[in-house]
């Protein structure tokens, strides 16, 4: 009896360590995508900035079309044949990202670069310039002084040197939201949940804790990438409920086996679910030195003979003869790599190995070569 009541307590313990225990390589959801239509926007604008040291466009048309753009706002209308220096002046492309719930009031970072023969935008300043969305319509209004971190200085003589960009800048919170983006997370009648990667069992595994958590049905996989969820009426039971999903646990899948290879810059990166088939590989490597030497020939005395240099050449073939390697069928990444290491391939060497055993079939990964 005694026996049997440990033996009771044990399965308990088991079945209460399952039931409790947490997955064990979990990413929170918010890891793994985000909530459709909940995203940031791209403002552009063009604009000029003013005050540069001459450094600036020096008599561009577009730009002096510009500054009488900007003179006329005040009511000054220059000369029709006025041409106005400009190399204190410069046309500039001022671009900034608007965040999602953006609210008319915040501040934005802006950068401003130059589009045309600026040498240097230090020291300038941009005049209030409108930020257009995609739609066309205004969202926010830039303006401030530029934080230029190049720089570049010339001689007399032609010669200059530059240091980093010195014809782009930024303005720390140099744009002011006008207009706010309507998301619609609080007027849909679902919310719809998007994997940064597409994977039918991530999209699965997410759909089932956001049941586990909200009820059965709250939540569907639609395909590889997108999860269906039912939202509540009102947007504070929604952000509430938002969040919550956000802080879901869940195991995502392992991802498909892949071998990435930079061809310019030899950089190999193999993920974990690369697999090799059984496989032989042996890796020489052959040299062919050419020696030139010149001889000096010496005719015989008394003969008609002149002196001369003769040209002697020496060609020698060498091979570096190493054993063949034997990988065994399926192993992981420390043997792959402890495999390549044992062969002495370099990152050159290793891209044809790793070619070859794709074409032989026992590579089992996709190779991507960038």
Known sequence: MKTFRTLLACIFAM??????????????????????????????????????????????EYTVQSLKAVASRFGLQL???????????????????LPAFAKPGQ?????VASMGKAKSL????????????????????????????????????????????????????????????????????????????????TAQNVAAAINRKLGFGSAEALDAVSVSVKAPVGADVRASM???????????????????????TGTVVI?????????AVTHGKLTVRIDENQRISQPAPFSQGQTAA?????????????PMFLLAPGPKLADVVKAVNAIGASPADLVAILEALKEAGA?????IVL
């Open 79 to 97: 000369p029709p044949g006025a041409n106005p220096g400009m190399k204190n002046a410069a046309v500039v492309l001022v671009t900034a990202e």
């Open 363 to 367: 590579l089992k990964a996709e190779l």
């Open 310 to 322: 003769v040209q002697k050449s020496g060609v020698a073939v060498e091979e570096e003869r190493r």
């Open 242 to 264: 938002m969040s919550a999903i956000e802080n879901l646990d869940v195991a995502s899948a392992e991802p498909s086996a892949k071998v990435i290879v930079n061809a310019r």
């Open 122 to 201: 230090r020291g300038g300043s941009l005049i209030m310039t409108p930020l257009l969305g995609a739609d066309g319509q205004i969202y926010a209004m830039a303006q401030g002084n530029l934080a230029v971190g190049g720089l570049g200085a010339e001689g007399a003589d032609g010669s200059k040197i530059v240091v980093n960009i010195p014809s782009t800048g930024r303005i720390p919170e140099g744009a002011t939201v006008e207009r706010a983006v309507s998301t619609g997370f609080d007027t849909a009648p679902t919310l719809t949940f998007n994997l940064q990667r597409a994977d039918f069992t």
């Open 271 to 279: 993920n974990s679910a690369v697999r090799v088939g059984p496989a």
């Open 15 to 60: 079945c209460w360590v399952v039931a409790f225990s947490g997955p064990a390589h979990a990413d929170r959801i918010k890891d793994l995508g985000g909530f459709q239509g909940i995203r940031a926007n791209q403002l552009t604008g063009y604009g000029i900035v003013v005050g540069l040291p001459g450094t600036g466009d020096d008599n561009l």
């Open 107 to 111: 501040r934005l970072d802006i950068t």
